[in-house]
């Protein structure tokens, strides 16, 4: 390979933020995940969609360092996860289903224990902690307990808290189950903001349609396996479809507004 090529190659490979080979997860005999590969760039908005019990837990939880998997490689910043634990999970954060917040204590008190996990320096901490809500609204809320907080409200706790550290990656984990439409969408349009303004990587798992609809790409899991990794307009193109739900459903025979 020329200079060149060699220096496109090594631009591409820094763009991959996340990087997952061939990995596979069982519990027992129950296959959980199976061969799954994917990649997620810098500044990309990636929708992880399948249905309950699809495998996007397990994946979430191999690339949180919860579980290890079977086979495959994960990659996160350029540190093999296996390897380098520490150094690639310090290029995530990640805002969980269920919530995480304890609601006795402050915005603050939350956001500090946070950065203390970090390693970060109090006058550091604080000047985060300042950005990231000012940036969301709550700035006033920050001696609140998080037990007055809306659920929409605390989501956002949850995501500032998540960026404090500034996270090359950006997990979301079914991050809006529970809210009301308005957060919901507040929610979504803050986060592809982020994309767009901080480069930040996000994957983004649901499996609910019509917020994958407006991702970069989306990624189709069902049963554990991958089944495609395309744009929304590659989707509907490649299965004919009038809709994302509907190219879902020719993919998988699973109705997203029956089953789901």
Known sequence: MNDVGAAVASTRLQDKVLNVVSASKS?????????????VDTGEFVALLGPNGAGKTTLFQLLTGLFVADTGDINIRGHDIRRKPIAALAGIG????????????????NLLFHCRLHGMNRERARTRIEEELQRLGLRDRAEEPCRALSGGNRRKIELARALLHDPRVLMMDEATVGLDPASRTSLISYVHELCAARGVAVLWATHLVDEAEQADRVLVLHQGRLLAAKTPTELLRD???????????????????KEW
């Open 27 to 39: 519990y027992g005999a129950r296959k959980a995940l199976e061969n799954v590969s994917l990649h």
């Open 94 to 109: 990640v805002v969980f289903q269920q919530s995480t917040l304890d609601m006795d204590l402050t915005v603050r008190a």
């Open 239 to 257: 299965t004919r479809a009038g809709s994302l739900s509907q190219a879902f459903l020719s993919m998988t025979g699973v109705n997203p507004e």
